[in-house]
């Protein structure tokens, strides 16, 4: 989507599932200035694979000993009986240059 500039601007927010293995692509923009005292933000809760999860993000760690890294946590936000397995994939992407890094 081209902007007034004539640059093009970020992709909108986007979300994608597959079942039989269960894939999501999820893209939400993050806000320019982090909630809570921590920095701490959060996802809504979102269904993939039959699960609820949502995602915690601490910018600039979540303790003393991880200050200066990033701490990304996926929970499962649901009661389950039996053990759940997943693989974890998080691409963080700058406005600025339109750069993904995987993780």
């Not at 599932?17 to 923009?29: L, V």
């Not at 601490?58 to 303790?63: I, L």
């Not at 389950?80 to 339109?98: C, D, I, K, Q, S």
Request: net charge positive.
């Amino acid at each position: 989507m081209p902007s007034v500039s004539g640059r093009r601007g970020p992709p909108p927010p986007s979300s994608r599932t597959r079942s039989a293995g269960a894939t999501s692509s999820r893209s939400t923009p993050a806000p320019s200035t982090p909630a809570g005292a921590r920095g701490l933000l959060a996802s809504s809760p979102f269904t993939v694979g039959g699960h609820r999860w949502r995602v915690q993000y601490y910018p600039n760690g979540d303790g003393a000993d991880s200050k200066g890294w990033v701490s990304v946590f996926l929970f499962l936000d649901e009661d389950v009986a039996e053990p759940v397995t997943v693989r974890f994939r998080l691409t963080l992407v700058t406005e600025m240059f339109l750069l993904a890094i995987s993780l």
